[in-house]
């Protein structure tokens, strides 16, 4: 069945750093999302990609989808302490409405 | 609206003894979801419904695990006999189908950590 890979696993910036996470998938996707868990809480949607190479915004993060479809990155600029959470990337396969999650990466960012 | 709402909160019983999650899914979505998430496993999808109807329980553990949806605003996930290993978090979510303009994003209930001693 499809997988989806995440690394890193866990990421400690300082306040200020950069922060990238990566999503590998086995197969084609025909979309990715990504979500936000915060410590105690629940997955929060952040957008979704579509396109082969589509590129998105949203003030500081940056999202990417690859050409090929399977993958895909989130970018945060500047890390705030606000940014501290689990990013999960989720893949759709084609013809399929479920989603399979990446196994998330958790940013603590040190004031 | 008051988003995905699911109950209880925290639920602690003892291995043997019958389990029953409940999630109420945002009013006019078209789809339900039932997940489970743990530190070794991630999240997990165990089943999901399309207009109450079950479309995919391949993620169901085992059969101790049932779920269902007897109308739009209600769906069960009822674990009998509860054993220690399903100890973890079990999340609802819910959205809308195909076609809306929504982009199917889900919309999770604050979840329900299940401890089973």
């Known amino acids: 069945g499809q997988q989806v890979m995440q690394i890193p696993q866990y990421q400690h910036v300082q306040e200020g750093e950069d922060f990238t996470t990566y999503c590998n998938s086995s197969t084609t996707l025909s979309n990715i999302q990504w979500y936000k868990q915060r410590p105690g809480g629940h997955p929060v949607f952040l957008i979704q990609l579509v396109k082969s190479g589509e590129v998105k915004k949203q003030k500081r993060l940056t999202f990417q989808f690859g050409e090929a479809k399977k993958n895909s990155s989130l970018h945060i600029t500047a890390t705030q302490t606000t940014d501290v959470g689990t990013y999960f990337c989720?893949?759709?396969?084609?013809?399929?409405?479920?989603?399979?999650f990446g196994k998330g990466t958790t940013l603590s960012v040190i004031p | 609206d008051a988003g995905v709402i699911q109950s209880p909160r925290h639920e602690v019983t003892e291995m043997g003894q019958e389990v029953t999650l409940r999630c109420k899914p945002i009013s006019g979505h078209d789809y339900l979801f039932w997940y489970r998430q743990t530190m070794m496993r991630g999240l997990e999808l165990l089943i999901y419904f399309n207009n109450n109807v079950p479309i995919d329980d391949s993620g169901m553990p085992e059969d101790r695990f049932s779920a269902k949806m007897p109308n739009a605003s209600f769906s069960t996930l009822k674990i009998q006999p509860s054993e220690p290993r399903d100890s973890a978090v079990y999340f609802c979510a819910s959205s809308f189908g195909t076609g809306r303009p929504s982009y199917n994003e889900q919309f999770f209930g604050p979840g329900t950590r299940l401890t089973v001693l």
């Open positions: 989720a893949g759709r396969g084609a013809g399929s409405y479920q989603l399979t």
